[in-house]
């Protein structure tokens, strides 16, 4: 894996832009775009990064960016990607970047049929659990339990598993991985670049205003998640699975996951499970359902 | 079924034509692969089902050796096609009823992206229920997004229309995308004749295409991120500006077009023995076809009436309609209703005219859900209003 | 930078889109050259590419545009970096 002295120093996200002190997309975009490179065109659909791009007639991005509307990245990159063909282009990386609610949600349909159809693109998500850019309401990806502006007294269900979703669509390459870890992050949208058809990378991006912490602790709390297994590290390279880092020793059992409390307890958004008083039932089901995830896990992909 | 026979043309000058009698739906795809875009992104949906399919073949022959993306959506075609203009390549795709309303979020934003896509639009009627046959509410309830509208009447006119709409999108006064309607089944699945110049001709008239704007990594562009009012504001008023171009450039383009292959279908309006004419009228599509028999045999019979065959509904002819509306009293059917108010075609002809005439204006509503609107229809209609005994607005034929 | 005549929303890179967001931070990282290892993760976590990495790999931090969150002092091992409250601006 590659050293952080050996990344590039070339930035293609400028300094001076529109995001929050402390976000998760732009330590997710810098980190990707090192990765890519310049010969990299984007589409973006409505999520946080279409405001970080800051405001007309001016851009952030120093890379070529095509805004596109909500539920439609993944299409639209199939249309860049067709064009850069017929053009000759075949050394210009697409990438369509969207969040957990263009991803999980309104754009699934999209995704999908660009996943099937083989379109040579990468299918970046930053996931941060929830609609962010309209004010932090509950997307597919919410864990349950989780105050949003939309489940006021936390969200009653569970998330969705999109990296299954995303499996049973047989692609190439596709990965999980996490803000937290430059050369994990690094190294998975190196890999996608050079596997052609379609690839699918998720990113954990936590979020301060959304989950409710200080924004000095964006990184450590894409950590905490990989550690508690709330959130696991996993590359599956033409349909064979790979766990990474600290997530194939959760995997393999050389380590025990920590409680996933011990990493919901420092976010805002699961503050009503401890005060006024400890919502047992609530936190038992929370750690129930990453035991069952796992065990899940080690039964599809332990051994293999 | 593709009938195929070479003769030279008598209307081509010294141009070797071929004549193809095939449906609407054909003929379109053929224009459309002769126009050679790089992208084509389509999904199926009746009664568009057989211009796609017809793509699909060219691409199976090796005839058209472009990108053909089959889309999960009408939505993704629309969006695959902004995505491929934006990247700089010609694109086509081909739609209706459904499918076009489905992309309506993506047609306003090709149209403010200035990106010059072009697209057929197979006039289909809105469900529920289900109803495969023809009406124009599907495009006319497009109508505000931006899209140039072409509303065809023959076979010869899809095919020429569908090259003369790559010319004029693409054009550096115009960059916007173009809407070219036909009816369902009337003309999408009716065979008829018509005349194929050779594809040297078609390129020769459209040139390469060349973006005017794009997606490039040497010159790295952000579009469309957060853009305040004052900035907006402007964007809006120059795709107007385009659109009132498009007045100008639409029959300029018609010219060049007839120039080169002989066929010439009328500018913003077809006009039809409207010289000396006391009642003209106004009608579109497969009506607009249909209205020149029965002004024929009205005309016979001593009536002074003639015929405006509305070809482009955006940008709207409104000098044309107030030149008409200085000779004669007006008759407008419209295969399509606003509903809560009129048919659009006849609130638009008297918002034409507002201040500048003061003549009897009569809106007929007829075809709705593809009922049958024949010539004796269009002239009984046309008597009723000659006569003064319709209402102000009629649902023509409404069986009660 | 070639500028598009066509008037729709495209827009070209500019370094500081939005101002000098150096102007936003309440909390200004202090670093401490002599504690630094040179370990490059404040470079890398640094989520307004604020901090600048010189050939040998130290680091400097761009007070122009960093906005103060500190992600840079709790990423760092050994604690070459502090957070200080903003002196109150003169008017």
Not at chain 1, 96 to 122: K, M, V
Not at chain 3, 41 to 55: G, Q
Not at chain 3, 70 to 87: H, Q
């Amino acid at each position: 894996m590659m050293r952080l002295k050996d990344f590039p120093v070339d930035e293609c996200l400028l300094q001076g832009n529109a995001a929050c002190p402390g976000c998760p997309a732009t330590i997710g975009l810098r980190l990707v775009l090192k990765a890519l490179g310049k010969k990299t065109i984007m589409v973006v659909p409505a999520c946080c990064t279409s405001v970080i791009e800051s405001l007309y007639p001016h851009t952030s991005f120093d890379i070529p960016v095509m805004n596109i509307a909500f539920e439609a990245a993944a299409a639209g990159a199939s249309g860049v990607e067709a064009s850069l063909r017929q053009q000759g282009r075949t050394d210009i990386t697409v990438v369509a970047w969207a969040g957990d609610g263009g991803t999980y949600d309104i754009g699934l349909q999209a995704l999908s049929g660009a996943l099937e159809r083989g379109t040579n693109f990468i299918y970046i998500c930053y996931n941060n659990q929830i609609y962010s850019n309209t004010g932090i309401q509950r997307s597919g990806a919410t864990p349950y339990a989780a105050w949003t502006t939309t489940t006021v007294g936390g969200k009653n269900e569970l998330r969705k598993e999109m990296g299954d979703i995303i499996l049973a669509h047989h692609i190439p390459y596709a990965a999980q991985t996490c803000i937290s870890y430059p050369e994990d992050v690094f190294s998975k949208v190196t890999k996608a670049k050079n596997i052609k058809g379609p690839k699918y990378i998720e990113i954990l991006a936590p979020c301060p205003p959304g989950w409710r912490f200080s924004m000095d602790k964006t990184v450590e709390m894409g950590r905490m998640a990989v550690d508690s297994g709330a959130w696991a590290l996993w590359e599956c390279e033409n349909d064979k699975m790979i766990f990474n880092g600290k997530s194939k020793l959760i995997l393999e059992k050389k380590i025990q996951r920590k409680p996933v409390e011990d990493w919901i307890k420092y976010q805002g958004r699961f503050g009503h499970l401890f005060r006024p008083q400890r919502d047992e039932k609530r936190l038992k089901a929370i750690e129930e359902y990453v035991d069952s995830l796992w065990d899940r896990y080690r039964k599809c992909y332990l051994g293999k | 079924m593709q009938c195929q026979s070479n003769y030279h043309g008598t209307r081509g000058g010294e141009e070797k034509l071929t004549i193809m009698i095939d449906t609407g739906n054909r003929i379109a795809a053929k224009a459309a692969i002769m126009a050679k875009p790089e992208v084509v992104a389509a999904y199926p949906i009746t009664p568009q089902t057989t211009l796609v399919e017809a793509i699909a073949e060219y691409v199976a022959r090796g005839e058209y050796k472009g990108e053909f993306i089959c889309v999960e959506s009408e939505h993704s075609a629309m969006c695959a096609c902004i995505g491929a203009s934006a990247a700089g390549s010609r694109t086509f795709t081909a739609t209706s009823s459904h499918g076009l309303l489905l992309m309506h979020e993506m047609l306003h934003w090709a149209a403010l992206a200035r990106l010059p896509v072009v697209m057929c639009n197979i006039n289909r009627v809105i469900g529920p229920g289900w109803n495969i046959w023809t009406d124009e509410n599907d495009s006319i309830s497009q109508r505000d997004t931006g899209w140039i509208q072409f509303y065809c009447s023959s076979n010869q006119e899809i095919f020429d229309t569908v090259i003369q709409s790559f010319k004029l999108a693409e054009h550096e006064k115009i960059v916007l995308p173009v809407m070219i309607n036909l009816n369902a089944f009337i003309l999408s699945h009716t065979s008829m004749p018509a005349e194929i110049p050779e594809q040297r001709v078609v390129d020769e008239f459209l040139g390469k295409h060349i973006a005017h704007w794009k997606s490039d990594i040497d010159n790295p562009t952000t579009f469309g991120n957060i853009i305040g009012p004052a900035y907006y504001y402007k964007v809006r008023r120059a795709m107007q500006q385009s659109h009132l171009r498009a007045k100008k450039l639409i029959p300029q383009i018609a010219k060049d077009w007839k120039k080169s292959s002989g066929y010439f279908h009328g500018d913003l309006l077809e006009y039809y023995k409207c010289e000396g004419a006391e009642d003209i009228l106004l009608s579109m599509g497969a009506i607009g076809a249909e209205s020149k028999i029965a002004i024929n045999e009205l005309q016979n019979e001593g009536q002074k009436i003639g015929l405006a065959r509305v070809r482009v509904l955006r940008p709207f002819p409104t000098e044309e309609i107030i030149k008409l509306g200085k000779q004669a009293n007006l008759i407008v059917i419209d295969r399509n209703i606003s509903v809560g108010l009129e048919g659009v075609l006849f609130n638009e002809v008297k918002a034409a005219l507002f201040g500048t005439s003061d003549i009897k204006a009569t809106g007929f509503i007829a075809g709705l859900g593809g009922k049958d609107v024949t010539y004796k229809d269009i002239k009984s209609m046309c008597r009723k209003a000659i006569q003064g005994t319709s209402k102000a607005q009629e649902w023509y034929a409404m069986e009660d | 930078m070639k500028k598009f005549s066509v008037e729709t929303s495209l827009s070209y890179p500019k370094k500081g889109a939005m101002g000098k967001t150096g102007s936003w931070r309440v909390f200004k990282p202090i670093l401490d050259k002599k504690k630094c290892v040179k370990c490059l993760r404040c470079w890398i976590f640094c989520p307004e590419s604020s901090i600048h990495r010189e050939k040998d790999d130290s680091v400097s931090i761009d007070y122009e545009f960093c906005k103060g969150c500190g992600v840079c002092a709790n990423e760092c091992n050994v604690k070459a970096i502090i957070m200080e409250r903003e002196e109150a601006k003169k008017n």
